[in-house]
């Protein structure tokens, strides 16, 4: 009998889950929310500046995994065989020649453009359009693996932005590494960043990396973008790896501050949508939507099948990136639960701003009574939205409140509420937005098809997923298909864990280790033949709704 442990980073927490290699069965599990993070800082919503602290990571990494061991039963420390990782991205940070991010540094300790820049950072707006106006010119299209669009959410725009507007960053910055590639050279003692091995996952969707390019595009075409980036090619990679290959051993330093053996193998990092994917079991063809903050859908392929097929609009298709030995395909949209989240916020704010400065009650009730009434506005919505009939409220929403990431990526793009009257009130806003969420959905589904991948199943991944009935019911009236959702709510750990067994030799490959270690389902949505009909028409208004607003 052995274990290993799964460590999943999401956007605003970290999750460390302990697994048998033997049944998948969890033994132990931890969450530890970012401090830093959690009190806003370093970030500017307005201007989409979303910013993480390394040392968010690195105290959130020991902890939770400490946390898992304590409440695993005795014993189990000592039967770890792997580690494996999966973060969020592009989410890169610029660090020195020892692979050290430069905010770990006492000079830019406190320096938002030396930590790291979030998934959901789109600072970058006017550098990813430069990079599409320049493949759209230059004699390789280097973007034409990545879905033909280039996004500020992606590796070299958030780079080129960060060069431009700090010259301390310019001057100090040796290399730049995805978070999911930190980690692993961080656990396994590394201290040169030519040594650090890089995920083919973040790579090859978010970075222009592909094999036909020999690697990354030719430094001339970086240059040509903006001579900043001279040379920057040379200190960064050519090759990269599965995350079936072991990264190294734990480092004597880590185990020892973990309570673990330097005989455990850390395995190559990867995004947590991949990993989930491989933790909620896909198949071919089926669509795997981790759905959180925003959504990550993720769809495997036999190379063999797909051969020169370019699918246009999404957000790259890469051999191996999920599954090795097959292409992976990704899409997602930039906001889902960050949707619902914002409207949480903003009728929370009477609460905060009117209740919250009460001279009727002691400071201590009031807080307890503006917690409980925050905590119940998303729970309370939901039953009230529930009862209104689909079609009737007369309110249609643009889920594109970050953005759209695809199909056809713009950040640019703004949400939008139409149809508001006197009678509009918050359930029925609130009903209008899960709707815009799903429609949204559809519009992934829909550009899949129309690029000739067939979509033979939908697979439900996440917090979402498990936690909201009404949203994935929904869900399945607008996409017309039924909804498989994942047993285990922490799927991207669990893929962590498959990919972390492989790596250390329990298994010959992740298709194993998933068969193996794999939960099952224990919900399937059916599509409500009466609602499809309804959202049919509803889904054609947000549809001309959307060209409204794009100016098309």
């Not at 959905?441 to 009404?470: D, H, M, T, W």
Request: proline fraction near 4%.
């Amino acid at each position: 009998m052995s274990y290993v442990i799964g460590v999943d980073y999401g956007t605003d927490s970290v999750r460390s889950v302990i697994v048998s290699t033997k049944n998948g069965k969890e033994m132990g599990s931890a969450i530890c929310y970012y401090p830093r993070w959690k009190k806003g800082k370093y970030c500017n919503p307005a201007t989409n500046q979303f910013r993480q602290h390394p040392l968010d990571y690195v105290e959130g990494l020991e902890k939770s995994i400490k946390k898992a061991l304590k409440a695993a039963p005795k014993g189990i420390a000592a039967k770890i065989k792997g580690i494996a990782i999966d973060t969020t991205g592009s989410t890169p940070v610029a660090v020195d020649k020892t692979g050290t991010p430069l905010a770990l540094k006492a000079k830019f300790a406190d320096n938002p453009n030396a930590m790291f820049i979030l998934w959901k950072d789109h600072t970058g707006i006017q550098e990813a359009q430069e990079i599409n106006d320049l493949c759209a010119n230059w004699q390789i299209d280097y973007s034409k693996y990545e879905g033909g669009i280039y996004s500020s959410e992606w590796f070299w725009a958030k780079i080129l932005r960060t060069l431009r507007v700090d010259k301390s960053i310019q001057k100090a910055a040796y290399s730049w590494v995805e978070h999911c590639d930190w980690i692993p050279f961080l656990l396994t003692g590394g201290t040169d960043v030519h040594q650090m091995k890089r995920s083919r996952c973040a790579a090859g969707h978010k970075a222009l990396w592909h094999e036909d390019f020999g690697g990354l595009p030719a430094n001339d075409f970086f240059v040509a973008l903006d001579p900043l980036l001279d040379g920057l090619t040379e200190r960064l990679f050519t090759k990269t790896y599965t995350s079936e290959v072991p990264a190294g051993k734990l480092s004597k330093a880590w185990a020892k501050q973990l309570g673990l053996t330097t005989d455990i193998t850390v395995a190559v990092g990867a995004f947590d949508a991949h990993m989930g994917a491989v933790g909620g079991e896909i198949t071919p063809y089926h669509l795997s939507k981790v759905m959180g903050t925003s959504t990550c859908d993720m769809l495997v392929a036999p190379m063999e099948e797909v051969g020169d097929k370019l699918v246009r609009g999404i957000c790259g298709q890469v051999d191996g990136s999920i599954i090795p030995g097959m292409l992976g395909l990704e899409a997602g949209q930039s906001a889902f639960g960050d949707v619902y989240a914002w409207f949480k916020n903003l009728l929370a704010y009477s609460l905060e701003e009117v209740l919250g400065k009460s001279k009727l009650i002691d400071k201590k009730l009031k807080q307890q009574l503006i917690e409980e009434a925050i905590n119940r506005l998303i729970p309370q919505l939901t039953k009230d939205a529930k009862k209104i009939e689909a079609g009737t409220t007369g309110i249609i929403a643009l889920d594109w409140l970050n953005g759209r990431r695809t199909p056809d990526a713009n950040q640019a793009l703004k949400g939008a509420i139409f149809g508001l009257n006197l009678g509009s009130d918050a359930p029925k806003i609130f009903r209008a937005l899960v709707e815009a969420t799903c429609f949204g959905a559809k519009k992934i589904v829909e550009r899949f098809q129309a690029e000739g991948i067939p979509i033979k199943g939908i697979i439900g991944l996440g917090g979402v997923a498990k936690k909201s009935p009404f949203i994935m019911q929904t869900m399945a009236d607008v996409l017309n298909q039924p909804i498989k959702i994942a047993k285990r709510e922490q799927t991207c750990a669990l893929g962590a864990a498959m990919f972390a067994a492989t790596a250390a030799g329990v298994y010959k490959d992740v298709s194993k280790a998933m068969k193996k270690m794999g939960a099952g389902f224990d919900t399937i949505y059916q599509p409500n033949p009466k609602q499809v009909a309804v959202y049919e028409r509803l889904y054609r208004e947000y549809c001309q709704f959307g060209d409204l607003v794009e100016g098309k």
